[in-house]
Protein backbone atom coordinates (compact mmCIF):
# COMPACT_ATOMS: atom_id res chain seq x y z
CA UNK A 1 0.00 0.00 0.00
CA UNK A 2 1.36 3.21 -1.10
CA UNK A 3 2.27 5.78 1.90
CA UNK A 4 0.60 8.83 2.01
CA UNK A 5 2.33 12.19 2.30
CA UNK A 6 0.67 15.36 3.19
CA UNK A 7 2.18 18.73 2.02
CA UNK A 8 0.30 22.34 2.31
CA UNK A 9 -0.47 24.33 -0.62
CA UNK A 10 -1.71 27.59 1.18
CA UNK A 11 0.27 30.29 0.11
CA UNK A 12 2.11 30.57 3.59
CA UNK A 13 3.80 27.19 2.78
CA UNK A 14 4.22 28.24 -0.46
CA UNK A 15 6.11 31.14 0.04
CA UNK A 16 9.05 29.18 2.11
CA UNK A 17 9.08 26.77 -0.51
CA UNK A 18 6.41 24.13 0.33
CA UNK A 19 5.88 23.45 -4.02
CA UNK A 20 9.72 22.67 -4.63
CA UNK A 21 9.47 19.94 -1.44
CA UNK A 22 6.53 18.46 -3.08
CA UNK A 23 8.46 18.50 -6.39
CA UNK A 24 11.60 17.15 -4.64
CA UNK A 25 9.25 14.28 -3.40
CA UNK A 26 7.85 13.59 -6.83
CA UNK A 27 11.34 13.47 -8.22
CA UNK A 28 12.48 11.33 -5.56
CA UNK A 29 9.58 9.25 -5.49
CA UNK A 30 9.75 8.37 -9.18
CA UNK A 31 13.47 7.59 -8.84
CA UNK A 32 13.99 5.06 -6.26
CA UNK A 33 10.40 3.78 -6.99
CA UNK A 34 8.92 4.70 -4.27
CA UNK A 35 5.11 4.31 -3.54
CA UNK A 36 4.03 7.33 -2.22
CA UNK A 37 0.50 9.45 -2.44
CA UNK A 38 1.28 13.19 -2.22
CA UNK A 39 -2.28 15.11 -0.21
CA UNK A 40 -1.88 18.88 -1.27
CA UNK A 41 -4.01 20.20 2.04
CA UNK A 42 -4.12 23.59 3.66
CA UNK A 43 -1.81 24.56 6.15
CA UNK A 44 -2.55 23.58 10.06
CA UNK A 45 -1.20 27.46 11.05
CA UNK A 46 1.89 26.51 12.41
CA UNK A 47 3.85 28.93 9.96
CA UNK A 48 7.25 28.83 11.86
CA UNK A 49 7.41 25.29 10.66
CA UNK A 50 6.35 25.52 7.31
CA UNK A 51 7.21 23.51 4.81
CA UNK A 52 5.67 20.98 7.26
CA UNK A 53 5.49 17.42 5.86
CA UNK A 54 3.23 14.86 7.10
CA UNK A 55 3.05 11.09 6.86
CA UNK A 56 0.44 9.23 7.48
CA UNK A 57 0.95 6.32 10.49
CA UNK A 58 -1.94 4.17 12.07
CA UNK A 59 -1.11 6.33 15.35
CA UNK A 60 -1.52 9.45 13.36
CA UNK A 61 0.13 12.03 11.07
CA UNK A 62 3.60 12.43 11.70
CA UNK A 63 5.16 15.60 11.35
CA UNK A 64 8.84 16.51 9.67
CA UNK A 65 9.53 20.79 9.33
CA UNK A 66 10.59 23.07 8.53
CA UNK A 67 11.64 20.69 5.23
CA UNK A 68 14.05 22.24 2.84
CA UNK A 69 14.36 20.57 -0.99
CA UNK A 70 18.00 19.56 0.14
CA UNK A 71 16.72 17.34 2.72
CA UNK A 72 14.11 15.00 1.18
CA UNK A 73 16.42 12.56 0.41
CA UNK A 74 18.51 12.45 3.97
CA UNK A 75 14.87 12.42 5.10
CA UNK A 76 13.50 9.55 3.13
CA UNK A 77 17.02 7.54 3.87
CA UNK A 78 16.47 8.40 7.16
CA UNK A 79 13.07 6.07 7.03
CA UNK A 80 10.69 9.38 7.37
CA UNK A 81 7.79 6.87 5.47
CA UNK A 82 7.70 4.33 8.17
CA UNK A 83 8.03 7.67 10.72
CA UNK A 84 11.21 7.33 11.92
CA UNK A 85 13.06 9.31 13.64
CA UNK A 86 14.89 12.52 12.37
CA UNK A 87 16.94 16.08 13.17
CA UNK A 88 13.32 17.42 11.94
CA UNK A 89 11.19 15.23 13.57
CA UNK A 90 8.24 16.89 15.26
CA UNK A 91 6.22 13.60 16.58
CA UNK A 92 2.80 13.81 16.28
CA UNK A 93 1.19 16.73 14.49
CA UNK A 94 -1.77 17.30 16.74
CA UNK A 95 0.13 16.72 19.73
CA UNK A 96 2.38 19.82 19.07
CA UNK A 97 1.54 21.86 21.79
CA UNK A 98 0.39 24.80 20.33
CA UNK A 99 -1.94 22.83 18.02
CA UNK A 100 -2.70 20.68 20.75
CA UNK A 101 -3.84 23.38 22.95
CA UNK A 102 -6.63 25.19 20.81
CA UNK A 103 -10.62 24.25 19.80
CA UNK A 104 -10.66 23.74 16.49
CA UNK A 105 -14.31 24.28 15.52
CA UNK A 106 -14.15 26.56 12.31
CA UNK A 107 -10.51 25.53 11.59
CA UNK A 108 -11.68 21.53 12.26
CA UNK A 109 -10.48 20.49 8.71
CA UNK A 110 -8.25 23.27 7.48
CA UNK A 111 -4.87 20.97 7.11
CA UNK A 112 -6.27 17.77 7.09
CA UNK A 113 -9.02 17.93 4.46
CA UNK A 114 -7.83 18.00 0.17
CA UNK A 115 -9.66 21.19 -0.09
CA UNK A 116 -9.69 20.58 -3.78
CA UNK A 117 -11.89 17.44 -3.39
CA UNK A 118 -15.42 17.04 -2.69
CA UNK A 119 -15.17 13.50 -1.91
CA UNK A 120 -12.38 14.22 1.34
CA UNK A 121 -14.64 16.95 2.35
CA UNK A 122 -17.82 14.87 2.45
CA UNK A 123 -16.01 12.12 4.56
CA UNK A 124 -14.53 14.06 6.53
CA UNK A 125 -18.12 15.14 7.99
CA UNK A 126 -18.67 17.83 5.74
CA UNK A 127 -22.03 18.98 4.60
CA UNK A 128 -24.04 17.20 7.81
CA UNK A 129 -24.74 21.21 8.33
CA UNK A 130 -26.44 21.67 5.33
CA UNK A 131 -28.35 18.31 6.03
CA UNK A 132 -29.44 19.61 9.23
CA UNK A 133 -30.41 22.96 7.74
CA UNK A 134 -32.43 21.40 4.86
CA UNK A 135 -33.82 18.99 7.15
CA UNK A 136 -35.58 21.54 10.28
CA UNK A 137 -36.07 24.39 7.58
CA UNK A 138 -34.96 28.44 6.98
CA UNK A 139 -36.56 29.73 10.21
CA UNK A 140 -35.24 27.11 12.45
CA UNK A 141 -31.69 27.73 10.68
CA UNK A 142 -32.02 31.26 11.38
CA UNK A 143 -32.82 30.71 14.83
CA UNK A 144 -30.36 28.10 15.52
CA UNK A 145 -27.40 30.38 14.36
CA UNK A 146 -28.89 33.38 16.96
CA UNK A 147 -29.02 30.82 19.74
CA UNK A 148 -25.61 30.26 19.32
CA UNK A 149 -24.62 33.88 19.96
CA UNK A 150 -21.95 33.99 16.96
CA UNK A 151 -20.56 37.57 16.36
CA UNK A 152 -19.27 38.83 13.22
CA UNK A 153 -15.73 37.88 12.63
CA UNK A 154 -15.05 40.70 10.55
CA UNK A 155 -14.72 43.37 12.38
CA UNK A 156 -18.16 44.63 14.36
CA UNK A 157 -19.15 41.95 16.41
CA UNK A 158 -23.09 42.03 15.15
CA UNK A 159 -25.07 39.09 16.07
CA UNK A 160 -24.59 37.21 12.76
CA UNK A 161 -28.17 35.61 13.56
CA UNK A 162 -30.20 38.78 14.02
CA UNK A 163 -28.85 39.82 10.55
CA UNK A 164 -30.22 36.97 8.78
CA UNK A 165 -33.03 37.05 10.49
CA UNK A 166 -33.89 40.69 9.20
CA UNK A 167 -32.79 39.98 5.74
CA UNK A 168 -35.38 36.45 6.27
CA UNK A 169 -38.24 38.68 6.88
CA UNK A 170 -37.75 40.63 3.99
CA UNK A 171 -40.80 39.84 1.58
CA UNK A 172 -39.66 37.29 -0.95
CA UNK A 173 -37.82 38.51 -3.35
CA UNK A 174 -34.31 38.05 -5.44
CA UNK A 175 -31.76 38.38 -2.39
CA UNK A 176 -27.98 38.17 -1.63
CA UNK A 177 -25.54 35.94 0.34
CA UNK A 178 -22.38 38.08 0.27
CA UNK A 179 -19.16 36.65 1.52
CA UNK A 180 -16.52 39.42 2.52
CA UNK A 181 -13.20 37.78 2.25
CA UNK A 182 -11.75 41.07 1.52
CA UNK A 183 -8.92 40.78 4.72
CA UNK A 184 -7.37 43.67 4.74
CA UNK A 185 -6.45 44.10 8.38
CA UNK A 186 -2.69 43.78 9.56
CA UNK A 187 -1.20 40.77 10.82
CA UNK A 188 -4.58 38.99 10.11
CA UNK A 189 -4.71 35.74 7.50
CA UNK A 190 -7.78 33.47 9.10
CA UNK A 191 -9.72 33.95 5.76
CA UNK A 192 -7.16 33.20 3.07
CA UNK A 193 -6.38 29.98 5.59
CA UNK A 194 -10.14 28.97 5.12
CA UNK A 195 -9.96 29.65 1.84
CA UNK A 196 -7.05 27.88 0.52
CA UNK A 197 -7.50 24.54 3.29
CA UNK A 198 -10.79 24.04 3.84
CA UNK A 199 -13.31 25.94 0.50
CA UNK A 200 -16.06 23.90 1.13
CA UNK A 201 -16.77 24.98 4.42
CA UNK A 202 -17.36 28.17 3.54
CA UNK A 203 -19.66 27.12 0.41
CA UNK A 204 -21.45 25.37 2.73
CA UNK A 205 -22.00 27.93 5.47
CA UNK A 206 -23.24 30.11 2.27
CA UNK A 207 -25.66 27.63 1.02
CA UNK A 208 -26.97 27.50 4.49
CA UNK A 209 -27.25 31.30 5.42
CA UNK A 210 -28.99 31.33 1.62
CA UNK A 211 -31.26 28.56 2.67
CA UNK A 212 -31.88 30.32 5.77
CA UNK A 213 -32.92 33.74 4.57
CA UNK A 214 -34.02 33.24 1.15
CA UNK A 215 -31.29 33.92 -1.27
CA UNK A 216 -30.47 31.85 -4.13
CA UNK A 217 -27.67 33.75 -5.30
CA UNK A 218 -24.41 34.47 -3.47
CA UNK A 219 -20.84 36.15 -4.16
CA UNK A 220 -17.42 35.79 -2.67
CA UNK A 221 -15.49 38.97 -2.87
CA UNK A 222 -11.35 37.94 -2.23
CA UNK A 223 -9.41 40.86 -2.33
CA UNK A 224 -6.60 40.89 -5.71
CA UNK A 225 -3.66 39.70 -3.38
CA UNK A 226 -5.49 36.64 -2.47
CA UNK A 227 -4.79 35.05 -5.92
CA UNK A 228 -4.48 31.40 -4.12
CA UNK A 229 -7.55 31.90 -2.16
CA UNK A 230 -9.15 32.79 -5.40
CA UNK A 231 -8.34 29.63 -7.22
CA UNK A 232 -8.99 27.81 -4.44
CA UNK A 233 -11.88 28.69 -4.20
CA UNK A 234 -13.11 28.77 -7.96
CA UNK A 235 -12.00 24.83 -7.96
CA UNK A 236 -14.01 24.10 -5.26
CA UNK A 237 -17.54 26.07 -6.67
CA UNK A 238 -16.80 24.00 -9.77
CA UNK A 239 -16.74 20.49 -8.15
CA UNK A 240 -19.84 21.59 -5.72
CA UNK A 241 -21.57 22.79 -8.54
CA UNK A 242 -20.60 19.10 -10.11
CA UNK A 243 -21.48 17.29 -7.33
CA UNK A 244 -24.92 18.86 -6.80
CA UNK A 245 -24.34 20.94 -3.64
CA UNK A 246 -24.64 24.41 -5.58
CA UNK A 247 -27.24 25.05 -8.65
CA UNK A 248 -30.81 23.77 -8.74
CA UNK A 249 -31.93 21.79 -5.96
CA UNK A 250 -28.90 21.33 -3.72
CA UNK A 251 -28.60 18.28 -2.57
CA UNK A 252 -32.22 17.04 -4.01
CA UNK A 253 -34.08 19.39 -1.83
CA UNK A 254 -36.71 21.94 -2.82
CA UNK A 255 -33.87 24.48 -2.50
CA UNK A 256 -31.75 26.40 -4.83
CA UNK A 257 -28.67 28.42 -4.08
CA UNK A 258 -25.11 29.23 -6.24
CA UNK A 259 -22.58 31.84 -6.35
CA UNK A 260 -19.69 32.61 -7.89
CA UNK A 261 -16.11 34.29 -7.21
CA UNK A 262 -15.02 38.10 -7.55
CA UNK A 263 -12.13 39.57 -6.89
CA UNK A 264 -11.32 43.52 -5.75
CA UNK A 265 -9.16 45.86 -7.15
CA UNK A 266 -6.96 46.45 -3.89
CA UNK A 267 -8.11 48.99 -1.82
CA UNK A 268 -8.71 48.73 2.25
CA UNK A 269 -12.10 50.80 2.35
CA UNK A 270 -13.52 47.87 0.00
CA UNK A 271 -13.69 45.28 3.38
CA UNK A 272 -16.30 47.62 4.41
CA UNK A 273 -19.59 46.40 3.89
CA UNK A 274 -21.00 48.78 1.50
CA UNK A 275 -17.82 49.77 -0.18
CA UNK A 276 -17.69 45.93 -0.81
CA UNK A 277 -21.45 46.25 -2.34
CA UNK A 278 -20.56 49.50 -4.37
CA UNK A 279 -17.70 47.45 -5.59
CA UNK A 280 -19.47 44.10 -6.41
CA UNK A 281 -21.78 46.64 -8.60
CA UNK A 282 -18.61 47.59 -10.78
CA UNK A 283 -18.48 51.19 -9.04
CA UNK A 284 -15.48 52.90 -7.33
CA UNK A 285 -15.32 51.64 -3.80
CA UNK A 286 -17.17 54.69 -1.26
CA UNK A 287 -19.06 53.84 1.68
CA UNK A 288 -22.58 54.50 1.29
CA UNK A 289 -24.25 56.02 3.56
CA UNK A 290 -26.14 54.29 6.62
CA UNK A 291 -29.57 53.81 6.78
CA UNK A 292 -30.72 51.61 4.66
CA UNK A 293 -29.12 48.78 5.78
CA UNK A 294 -27.87 46.63 3.31
CA UNK A 295 -29.47 43.64 5.21
CA UNK A 296 -32.84 45.85 3.62
CA UNK A 297 -31.21 47.55 1.11
CA UNK A 298 -27.74 45.74 -0.35
CA UNK A 299 -26.54 44.40 -3.44
CA UNK A 300 -28.29 45.58 -6.72
CA UNK A 301 -30.99 47.41 -4.51
CA UNK A 302 -31.83 44.15 -2.92
CA UNK A 303 -31.97 42.58 0.88
CA UNK A 304 -28.28 41.31 1.30
CA UNK A 305 -26.71 39.24 3.97
CA UNK A 306 -23.01 40.41 4.29
CA UNK A 307 -20.96 38.42 6.67
CA UNK A 308 -17.12 37.53 6.99
CA UNK A 309 -15.41 34.40 5.71
CA UNK A 310 -15.17 33.07 9.13
CA UNK A 311 -18.27 33.55 10.61
CA UNK A 312 -20.09 31.91 7.70
CA UNK A 313 -17.34 29.21 8.04
CA UNK A 314 -18.75 28.81 11.70
CA UNK A 315 -22.34 28.06 10.42
CA UNK A 316 -21.53 24.29 9.40
CA UNK A 317 -20.25 23.18 13.09
CA UNK A 318 -23.06 25.10 14.85
CA UNK A 319 -25.48 23.34 12.53
CA UNK A 320 -23.74 20.25 13.24
CA UNK A 321 -22.91 19.92 16.83
CA UNK A 322 -25.87 22.84 18.43
CA UNK A 323 -25.80 26.13 19.02
CA UNK A 324 -26.11 24.95 22.90
CA UNK A 325 -22.40 23.40 22.04
CA UNK A 326 -21.57 26.30 20.60
CA UNK A 327 -22.57 28.62 23.01
CA UNK A 328 -20.62 26.82 25.74
CA UNK A 329 -17.61 28.43 24.84
CA UNK A 330 -16.29 31.62 25.01
CA UNK A 331 -17.15 34.41 28.13
CA UNK A 332 -19.71 36.85 28.45
CA UNK A 333 -21.50 37.83 25.38
CA UNK A 334 -18.26 36.86 23.17
CA UNK A 335 -19.31 33.26 23.05
CA UNK A 336 -17.76 30.24 20.67
CA UNK A 337 -14.07 29.88 19.58
CA UNK A 338 -12.14 32.96 17.53
CA UNK A 339 -9.29 31.98 15.31
CA UNK A 340 -6.52 34.31 16.68
CA UNK A 341 -3.19 35.35 14.05
CA UNK A 342 -0.78 35.87 15.57
CA UNK A 343 1.93 37.92 13.58
CA UNK A 344 4.90 40.44 13.30
CA UNK A 345 7.78 40.30 15.42
CA UNK A 346 6.44 36.79 17.45
CA UNK A 347 8.44 33.72 17.70
CA UNK A 348 5.79 30.97 16.56
CA UNK A 349 3.32 33.32 14.38
CA UNK A 350 0.03 31.27 13.23
CA UNK A 351 -3.10 30.43 13.65
CA UNK A 352 -4.48 30.03 17.18
CA UNK A 353 -8.21 28.95 17.34
CA UNK A 354 -9.41 29.10 21.08
CA UNK A 355 -12.68 30.10 23.23
CA UNK A 356 -12.77 33.71 23.89
CA UNK A 357 -11.33 34.72 27.10
CA UNK A 358 -7.93 34.07 26.87
CA UNK A 359 -5.70 36.86 28.12
CA UNK A 360 -2.82 38.84 25.38
CA UNK A 361 -0.52 37.49 28.15
CA UNK A 362 -1.13 33.88 27.86
CA UNK A 363 -1.38 34.50 23.71
CA UNK A 364 1.47 36.64 23.02
CA UNK A 365 3.83 35.15 25.96
CA UNK A 366 2.97 31.60 26.31
CA UNK A 367 1.18 30.52 22.92
CA UNK A 368 3.79 32.82 20.68
CA UNK A 369 6.81 32.47 23.23
CA UNK A 370 7.56 36.37 22.87
CA UNK A 371 9.15 37.73 20.28
CA UNK A 372 11.33 36.47 17.14
CA UNK A 373 13.85 38.69 17.81
CA UNK A 374 14.46 37.41 21.62
CA UNK A 375 13.68 41.17 22.91
CA UNK A 376 11.37 41.96 25.30
CA UNK A 377 7.52 42.91 24.12
CA UNK A 378 7.08 46.17 24.06
CA UNK A 379 3.75 46.55 22.43
CA UNK A 380 1.15 44.73 20.14
CA UNK A 381 -1.43 45.67 18.30
CA UNK A 382 -4.71 43.98 17.80
CA UNK A 383 -7.41 44.11 15.46
CA UNK A 384 -5.80 45.33 12.40
CA UNK A 385 -4.80 48.79 11.20
CA UNK A 386 -7.48 50.83 13.63
CA UNK A 387 -6.94 48.70 16.20
CA UNK A 388 -5.34 50.53 19.67
CA UNK A 389 -1.79 49.57 20.98
CA UNK A 390 -1.42 47.68 24.05
CA UNK A 391 0.90 47.95 26.35
CA UNK A 392 2.21 45.13 28.50
CA UNK A 393 0.11 46.78 31.55
CA UNK A 394 -2.98 45.33 30.06
CA UNK A 395 -1.75 41.99 28.81
CA UNK A 396 -4.19 40.68 31.80
CA UNK A 397 -6.96 41.84 29.33
CA UNK A 398 -9.10 38.89 27.92
CA UNK A 399 -9.86 38.36 24.29
CA UNK A 400 -13.54 39.62 24.46
CA UNK A 401 -15.27 42.08 22.71
CA UNK A 402 -16.59 43.91 25.64
CA UNK A 403 -13.24 44.00 27.44
CA UNK A 404 -11.01 45.13 25.08
CA UNK A 405 -13.85 47.87 24.45
CA UNK A 406 -13.51 48.87 28.08
CA UNK A 407 -9.93 48.81 27.16
CA UNK A 408 -10.34 51.56 24.56
CA UNK A 409 -9.29 48.59 21.92
CA UNK A 410 -11.12 46.27 19.38
CA UNK A 411 -10.51 42.50 18.60
CA UNK A 412 -12.08 43.50 15.24
CA UNK A 413 -10.82 40.20 12.77
CA UNK A 414 -8.31 39.05 15.78
CA UNK A 415 -5.10 39.82 14.48
CA UNK A 416 -2.60 40.71 16.72
CA UNK A 417 1.06 41.89 15.76
CA UNK A 418 4.07 41.76 18.17
CA UNK A 419 6.65 44.46 18.48
CA UNK A 420 9.81 44.21 20.35
CA UNK A 421 11.19 46.90 22.38
CA UNK A 422 12.55 48.89 19.28
CA UNK A 423 9.31 49.92 18.19
CA UNK A 424 9.32 54.11 17.88
CA UNK A 425 5.06 54.27 18.72
CA UNK A 426 5.53 58.27 17.71
CA UNK A 427 6.05 56.38 13.84
CA UNK A 428 3.33 54.04 14.13
CA UNK A 429 0.83 56.56 15.55
CA UNK A 430 2.13 58.92 12.48
CA UNK A 431 1.84 55.75 9.92
CA UNK A 432 -1.72 55.24 11.38
CA UNK A 433 -2.90 58.34 10.24
CA UNK A 434 -0.69 58.19 6.97
CA UNK A 435 -2.50 54.89 6.42
CA UNK A 436 -6.17 56.57 6.78
CA UNK A 437 -5.00 59.21 4.17
CA UNK A 438 -3.79 56.82 1.69
CA UNK A 439 -7.27 54.31 1.96
CA UNK A 440 -9.99 56.85 2.88
CA UNK A 441 -12.73 56.69 0.07
CA UNK A 442 -12.84 60.82 0.36
CA UNK A 443 -16.30 60.56 1.13
CA UNK A 444 -16.47 62.62 4.34
CA UNK A 445 -14.25 65.70 5.54
CA UNK A 446 -12.64 64.10 9.43
CA UNK A 447 -11.40 61.13 6.91
CA UNK A 448 -10.55 62.49 4.34
CA UNK A 449 -8.52 65.77 5.39
CA UNK A 450 -8.36 64.91 9.26
CA UNK A 451 -5.99 61.95 8.49
CA UNK A 452 -3.46 64.25 6.43
CA UNK A 453 -3.37 66.84 9.06
CA UNK A 454 -3.28 64.29 11.59
CA UNK A 455 0.51 63.38 9.48
CA UNK A 456 1.36 66.90 9.99
CA UNK A 457 0.57 66.96 13.30
CA UNK A 458 2.43 64.25 14.53
CA UNK A 459 5.77 65.30 12.25
CA UNK A 460 5.43 68.30 14.19
CA UNK A 461 5.05 67.23 17.82
CA UNK A 462 8.04 64.41 16.78
CA UNK A 463 10.23 67.43 15.56
CA UNK A 464 9.21 69.44 18.83
CA UNK A 465 7.45 72.71 17.15
CA UNK A 466 5.07 73.75 19.37
CA UNK A 467 4.59 70.65 21.13
CA UNK A 468 2.11 71.17 24.07
CA UNK A 469 -0.49 73.23 21.58
CA UNK A 470 -0.19 70.44 18.88
CA UNK A 471 -1.01 67.96 21.49
CA UNK A 472 -3.76 69.10 22.15
CA UNK A 473 -4.89 69.50 18.81
CA UNK A 474 -3.78 65.82 17.91
CA UNK A 475 -6.21 64.95 20.89
CA UNK A 476 -9.17 67.37 19.40
CA UNK A 477 -8.73 65.71 15.62
CA UNK A 478 -9.06 62.35 16.86
CA UNK A 479 -11.98 62.92 19.05
CA UNK A 480 -13.66 64.55 15.58
CA UNK A 481 -12.61 61.43 13.57
CA UNK A 482 -14.06 59.34 15.79
CA UNK A 483 -17.18 61.00 16.35
CA UNK A 484 -17.35 62.74 12.88
CA UNK A 485 -16.38 60.15 10.85
CA UNK A 486 -18.92 58.22 8.32
CA UNK A 487 -17.12 54.58 8.63
CA UNK A 488 -14.58 52.89 11.05
CA UNK A 489 -11.99 53.99 8.50
CA UNK A 490 -12.12 57.68 10.11
CA UNK A 491 -13.95 57.03 13.15
CA UNK A 492 -11.30 54.03 14.38
CA UNK A 493 -8.07 55.60 12.96
CA UNK A 494 -7.85 57.61 16.55
CA UNK A 495 -7.46 54.66 18.68
CA UNK A 496 -4.05 53.58 17.28
CA UNK A 497 -2.84 57.00 17.39
CA UNK A 498 -4.50 57.72 20.79
CA UNK A 499 -3.26 54.48 22.20
CA UNK A 500 0.48 55.15 21.41
CA UNK A 501 0.08 58.55 22.90
CA UNK A 502 -1.70 57.67 26.30
CA UNK A 503 0.80 54.32 26.91
CA UNK A 504 3.83 55.73 25.17
CA UNK A 505 3.97 59.36 25.70
CA UNK A 506 8.06 59.08 25.80
CA UNK A 507 8.14 58.76 22.38
CA UNK A 508 6.17 61.40 21.52
CA UNK A 509 8.79 63.73 23.27
CA UNK A 510 7.38 66.02 25.89
CA UNK A 511 4.32 64.21 26.27
CA UNK A 512 4.90 62.46 29.64
CA UNK A 513 5.93 65.55 31.33
CA UNK A 514 2.30 66.88 30.10
CA UNK A 515 0.34 63.74 31.52
CA UNK A 516 1.90 63.78 35.11
CA UNK A 517 1.37 68.03 35.06
CA UNK A 518 -2.55 66.84 34.51
CA UNK A 519 -2.65 64.24 37.31
C1 LIG B 1 -12.48 50.28 6.62
C2 LIG B 1 -13.11 48.98 6.92
C3 LIG B 1 -12.57 47.80 6.43
C4 LIG B 1 -13.17 46.58 6.67
N1 LIG B 1 -12.59 45.45 6.18
C5 LIG B 1 -13.20 44.25 6.38
C6 LIG B 1 -12.63 43.08 5.81
O1 LIG B 1 -11.59 43.10 5.16
N2 LIG B 1 -13.28 41.91 6.04
C7 LIG B 1 -14.45 41.84 6.78
O2 LIG B 1 -15.01 40.78 6.92
N3 LIG B 1 -14.98 42.95 7.32
C8 LIG B 1 -14.39 44.14 7.13
N4 LIG B 1 -14.96 45.27 7.66
C9 LIG B 1 -16.23 45.12 8.41
C10 LIG B 1 -17.44 45.10 7.45
O3 LIG B 1 -17.85 46.43 7.20
C11 LIG B 1 -18.63 44.33 8.02
O4 LIG B 1 -18.82 44.68 9.35
C12 LIG B 1 -18.47 42.81 7.94
O5 LIG B 1 -18.21 42.40 6.63
C13 LIG B 1 -19.74 42.15 8.39
O6 LIG B 1 -19.55 40.76 8.49
P1 LIG B 1 -19.56 40.04 9.92
O7 LIG B 1 -20.77 40.50 10.64
O8 LIG B 1 -19.61 38.60 9.60
O9 LIG B 1 -18.31 40.45 10.62
C14 LIG B 1 -14.35 46.51 7.45
C15 LIG B 1 -14.91 47.70 7.97
C16 LIG B 1 -14.28 48.91 7.72
C17 LIG B 1 -14.89 50.14 8.27
S1 LIG C 1 -14.59 57.68 7.18
FE1 LIG C 1 -13.16 57.80 5.45
S2 LIG C 1 -13.41 55.86 4.39
FE2 LIG C 1 -15.19 56.10 5.75
S3 LIG C 1 -16.75 57.14 4.49
FE3 LIG C 1 -15.61 58.76 5.47
S4 LIG C 1 -14.01 59.28 3.97
FE4 LIG C 1 -14.81 57.30 3.38
Known amino acids: MSVRIYISRDSGALCVGAQEVAMQFFKLAEQKGLDIEIVRTGSRGMYWLEPLVEVARPEGRVGYGPVKPSDVEELIGAGMLDGKAHRLSLGLVEEIPFFKSQTRLTFKHCGIVDPRSLEDYKAHGGYKGLAKAIEIGPEATVEEVVNSGLRGRGGAGFPTGFKWRTVAATPPQQKYIVCNADEGDSGTFADRMIMEGDPFVLIEGMTIAGIAVGASYGYVYIRSEYPDAVEAMEIAVRAARAGGMLGKNIAGSKYDYDMEVRMGAGAYVCGEETSLLESLEGKRGEVRAKPPLPAHVGLFGKPTVINNV ?9 MIDGAEFYKNFGMGRSRGTMPIQLAGNIKHGGLYETAFGITLRALVDEVGGGTRTGRPVRAVQVGGPLGAYFPRELFDTPFDYEAFTAADGLIGHGGIVVFDD ?18 SCGKCTPC ?23 LVVLEDLCHTMKLGSLCAL ?17 DFGAKKKRLEAAE
Not at 448 to 464: F, H, P, Q, W, Y
Not at 490 to 506: C, D, I, K, Q
Open 310 to 318: LSLASVPII
Open 422 to 439: TVDMAKQARFAMEFCAIE
Open 448 to 470: RIGSTRGVELVDKIVAGENREAN
Open 490 to 506: GGFTPYPVMSALTHFPE
